[in-house]
């Protein structure tokens, strides 16, 4: 490596911190300068994308493809509306806590079940599992049944008579999302980076030879398991609070596979990627259904066969989702150029197997 | 419960698990042959009885309209595989859910522009519209034996397919090894592209001939996918036999939990909670044998 | 076999308690065929056993059950005293028990260091730790690199080991088996498929090893074997037909007539 080439790269984290607390600034700014509709979309993106983080946990970090991630996002959204007492405030710091156990509990008690699976088995039982709770919260009135549970007053956030803030207020539910946002980005970035993290990289690698080296690799992977389904609950309980009612399409397949769709859009293994295919995915929906009538059909009400063209689509020619579309683009263009040399450039981690461990100077 | 009665509880949940099996074989053929896992296998569900319906209205007559559909199913099958599904035969598991997925939508959108989105029904053929009478009070639909046949003589075709045809012999040889099929100079990709239309045409037939018992109604592919997903894992992921059992299983749990359910009369608590009873007998499964009751066992 | 007269035998010490691995009438059947029957050897402290025989002998079959990623039919097995039949792979591998693989069976997409990183992660109690970056962890990282060391790949230590030559990859195989800290090493074939020069390399290298592992070896090459081994066990169709020093081995009318003499144009 030439000594150019290693200032260089040694600059680059400083940059990149300065523009993430830039682009920090810029969020938090947002609902002094923005309409109440932006802001709150802006907030459902950073919903989505820490529900989009959390399954990439398994789905990129440790290759677990769960097809129902959904079911512990529903399980919080749930919690808190079963706290609500009708026309009265639940509390925040009781509520909010409660809410997050739950979904990591039932987290725990279903990756009991699916953690001793594999591949394809994986992916239906996982399925099956969110359809279970979707059905009980379906077919029973345990809460509003196939109508779901309204919210009435959003939670209390006092604490021994002081309210640091209203929940009531779309900007200060806008701000609490981004500051979990934040803490939830920067919690998988110090997870990923700790033995455990690389525990999971080594599974998603070579499980047979973790267990081989003495993994006891259920175990890690329960955890893992439970950990995603505890950051999907913190999204859950956010999306409760800003909706205001919780039904049970929260925990529904079809919520699972937006998600997961967001994770591949953006790209497996990073923690920008799933953020970033949130965004792509929320205003592709948002274009979609604003579609306009064509003759005697309404393109905008039949958003989800753009949708669904569009997953096919992406399914086909985007493996490495868009953050990967963009570095072969850059790869392509520097190789051109005859630019430095790919000293990290690694052939095996490819389409969808993500970036590995941290890379040691 | 008195005999009657269980033996129409039997009958139903024999008829129930034969109707899930007809369409689970096909998404375990076509995982066991082709390594796809197809979520949108129960949207061809949807579609058969979409198509029976539709077709009844237009010809006037139930068996006009199977004549009609079943080759309409085939040629979905055909032109599906040919159009996305044999891009998929080297990608990652993820992106074969992902894909099919996609297509669900697509089907389920497509299905509401052309019919709608009201649930509709079939008349039973009249044919068959009759009941056997077991007691005073009770009898059994001479429709819902009819559908157990069907599925029974399906099954039995597909047993003499797989086991004993040339055909078979060579799609059970493409299941184990394909460069060895290949290279004996046997069309690998036409027997991809027969074994996905027989797929689709059991999950389309399974469609049909169910809807003039259960109504036609948007999502009801996907209902059912799930539980064929219970069924799969149960019996071990490419196993036609496995299928078999589980789904008879499966018809057996589900059938007599929501009966026993009624049966604790006094305490009615949350009786809806007996559809989880199929959850329940997978998650018991999954702790016993992972792979499933006839699955192969894989490191 | 040129070299196999320079070692002599190594005798267990007097009074030697336990050997560091033994089976008891070890057998694992698979379906009608019975691939390993009633195995029963005894691996001594500080020495190279090593099994040899014919393709289809039972060899890779042996070292499978031993390190549990196969469960035997029935037979017991004993490290340092202890039954271990019943245990998993990472149990075994936990009390001591390292091996490598006949197909090399690494993190093709990590680093050489990071390989051996995890494998010396292993032995550092839980990691079910969370916070505190494994680039801080200074003892799991100087154990990876004594054992990238000592499988003399400090060269490679920063590249990705799908880049690596097949013997480099090899290496990496005992480097990883090595950060764990085994007292018991299984190597199952480590120079198939190696060059001359590299499977010299190796063969140094395991002969530094015997000072402190017990190892059993499976290998087709026989000057390595009879230049390696203390003791040598000859398997045929599943079954032990000898075990004795190389001199006994070599002299042996059964297994010239089994083994040695019709496979002595065909190491593969």
């Known amino acids: 490596m030439t000594h150019a080439h290693a200032s260089r790269r040694a600059s680059a984290p400083a940059l990149r911190f300065l523009l993430q607390v830039l682009l920090i600034a810029a969020l938090a700014s947002l609902p002094w300068f923005a309409e109440k509709y932006y802001v709150q979309f802006v907030a459902r993106i950073m919903i989505m994308g820490i529900l989009a983080m959390s399954l990439d946990l398994l789905l990129g970090y440790t290759g677990l493809v769960s097809f129902g991630h959904a079911a512990f996002y529903g399980v919080a959204a749930y919690v808190l509306a079963m706290l609500t007492p009708a026309y009265q405030a639940a509390g925040f710091w009781t509520s909010f806590p409660i809410a997050v156990i739950g979904a990591a509990t039932s987290a725990l008690i279903i990756g009991f079940f699916v953690v001793r699976t594999h591949g394809i088995y994986f992916i239906m039982v996982t399925l099956a599992f969110a359809q279970m709770l979707f059905f009980l919260f379906h077919d029973t009135r345990l809460a509003g049944g196939n109508d779901g549970i309204y919210i009435d007053v959003r939670p209390d956030a006092r604490i021994l008579g002081w309210k640091p803030f209203n929940l009531e207020r779309y900007d200060h539910v806008y701000l609490l999302v981004l500051v979990l946002f934040v803490l939830v980005w920067l919690f998988l970035r110090v997870l990923l980076r700790s033995r455990f993290g690389h525990v999971l990289a080594g599974i998603r690698v070579n499980e047979h030879r973790m267990r081989s080296l003495g993994f006891e690799t259920f175990r890690y992977k329960l955890a893992c398991f439970t950990i995603a389904g505890a950051l999907a609950g913190i999204a859950g309980y956010l999306s409760a609070v800003q909706f205001g009612v919780v039904n049970p399409e929260f925990m529904g397949w079809h919520q699972s596979a937006a998600v997961m769709m967001m994770v591949i859009l953006g790209g497996m293994g990073t923690l920008a990627g799933p953020v970033l295919g949130a965004a792509a995915w929320m205003l592709l929906e948002l274009g979609f259904q604003s579609l306009p009538v064509a003759g005697s059909i309404d393109l905008g009400k039949h958003w989800q066969l753009w949708m669904g063209g569009f997953i096919v689509l992406t399914a086909l020619l985007l493996p490495s989702g868009l953050l990967g579309a963009w570095s072969s683009l850059a790869r392509q263009v520097s190789a051109r150029r005859g630019a430095g040399p790919q000293t990290t450039a690694n052939p095996m981690a490819s389409a969808g197997k993500g970036r590995p461990l941290d890379r040691q100077p | 419960m008195e005999l009657a009665t269980f033996l129409i509880q039997l009958l139903n949940s024999v008829q129930y698990g034969l109707l899930l099996f007809l369409i689970s074989s096909g998404l375990t053929l076509v995982f066991g042959i082709m390594g796809i896992i197809n979520v949108a296998h129960g949207s061809f569900y949807m579609i058969g009885a979409y198509l029976a319906w539709s077709l009844t209205q237009t010809l006037g007559n139930f068996w006009a309209a199977l004549a009609l559909a079943v080759p309409i199913a085939v040629i979905i099958g055909l032109v599906l595989e040919w159009l996305v599904v044999r891009f998929l035969y080297t990608r990652d598991l993820l992106y074969q859910v992902l894909l099919t997925y996609g297509l669900i939508l697509m089907f389920e959108e497509l299905r509401s522009i052309l019919w709608g989105d009201d649930v509709r029904g079939v008349n039973i053929p009249a044919a068959l519209d009759a009941s056997i009478r077991l007691t005073d009070t009770l009898s059994y639909p001479v429709y819902r034996l009819a559908i157990s046949g069907v599925c029974l003589v399906v099954a039995g075709l597909m047993y003499w397919l797989i086991q004993k045809t040339r055909v078979g012999m060579t799609i059970r040889a493409g299941s184990v090894n394909r460069e060895m099929v290949q290279s004996l100079g046997i069309d690998v990709k036409l027997i991809y592209r027969l074994v996905f239309a027989l797929g689709v045409t059991l999950a389309a037939l399974a469609g049909m001939i169910a809807a003039p018992v259960s109504s036609v109604f948007p999502g009801m592919g996907n209902q059912i996918l799930i539980v064929c997903f219970v069924v799969v894992v149960i019996g071990g992921m490419g196993s036609v036999k496995g299928a078999l059992v589980a789904s008879l299983l499966i018809g057996l749990v589900d059938t007599f939990g929501k009966v026993l359910h009624v049966q604790i009369g006094g305490v009615h608590l949350l009786p809806e909670l007996a559809s989880m009873s199929v959850y329940l007998l997978m998650a018991a499964i999954l702790l016993w044998r992972p792979e499933g009751l006839f699955g192969k066992h894989t490191g | ?268």
């Open chain 3, 1 to 268: 076999m040129n070299s196999a007269s320079t070692r002599a035998v190594v005798v267990a010490p007097a009074g030697h308690s336990a050997p560091a691995l033994e089976t008891r009438s070890l057998t694992r059947r698979f379906g009608g065929l019975t691939a390993v029957n009633g195995v029963s050897i005894r691996v001594e402290s500080g020495t190279v056993h090593a099994v040899i025989g014919p393709n289809g002998a039972g060899k890779s079959t042996l070292v499978n059950l031993l390190s549990g990623d196969l469960a035997p039919s029935h037979g017991e097995i004993i490290l340092e005293g202890t039954d271990i039949t019943r245990l998993g792979p990472p149990q075994r591998s936990l009390r001591g028990l390292g091996r490598s693989y006949q197909k090399t069976n690494v993190f093709l997409p990590l680093s050489v260091f990071e390989n051996a990183r995890l494998a010396a992660q292993s032995r550092a109690g839980s990691s079910l730790r969370f916070f505190r970056p494994v680039l801080r962890e200074g003892a799991i990282n100087r154990q990876a690199d004594e054992a990238i060391e000592a499988a003399g790949l400090s060269a490679r230590r920063d590249r990705i080991v799908a880049t690596l030559s097949h013997g480099e990859q090899r290496q990496v195989e005992i480097a990883m088996a090595l950060a764990t800290a085994p007292r018991v090493l299984l190597l199952d074939e480590p120079l198939a498929g190696m060059g001359a020069e590299e499977s010299s390399g190796i063969v140094r290298l395991l002969s530094r090893l015997r000072e402190r592992h017990a190892i059993l070896l499976v290998e087709h090459d026989m000057d390595a074997v009879f230049s390696l081994a203390d003791t040598l066990t000859v398997m045929v169709n599943g079954t032990v037909l000898e075990t004795g020093s190389p001199a006994s081995i070599r002299a042996s009318a059964a297994v010239q007539a089994a083994y040695l003499g019709s496979e002595d144009t065909h190491h593969d």
